[in-house]
Nanobody
Framework: QVQLVESGGGLVQAGGSLSVSCVAS????????MAWFRQAPGKEREFVAR????????YYADSVKGRFTISRDNAKNTVYLQMNSLKPEDTAVYYC???????????????WGQGTQVTVSS
């Protein structure tokens, strides 16, 4: 079993930057694919980005491509999401997730953090 804890959310003006992180504990972190999802009020949870076991394979949703960067440090059991050029539509609760295989769907991730709020003002 894996436990995930996010941190780093906050209030940012449009065009600004913010970095959120997620620390994992429990089973071996390096054996899991890690991903970030986000959910705005009244909307379904949507995929943002994922990173492979070694950190070399990344994939992003079209809405954040070129602005967000996902990375992981297996020695620290931590995954990061660097968010640049933030837009008001990026406002959401951001969740990190762990799963056994590469995926962009919620159902294929077994473990979830509690979420961290990111608010982008116009």
């Amino acid at each position: 079993q894996v436990q995930l804890v996010e941190s780093g959310g906050g209030l940012v003006q449009a065009g600004g930057s913010l970095s959120v992180s997620c620390v994992a504990s429990g089973r071996t972190f390096s054996r899991y694919v890690m991903a970030w999802f986000r959910q705005a009020p009244g909307k379904e949870r949507e995929f943002v980005a994922r990173v492979s076991w070694a950190g070399g394979g990344t994939y992003y949703a079209d809405s954040v491509k070129g602005r967000f960067t996902i990375s992981r440090d297996n020695a620290k059991n931590t995954v990061y999401l660097q968010m640049n050029s933030l837009k008001p539509e990026d406002t959401a609760v951001y969740y990190c997730a762990a799963g056994p295989r590469l995926s962009t769907t919620v159902v294929n991730y077994d473990y979830w953090g509690q979420g961290t709020q990111v608010t982008v003002s116009s």
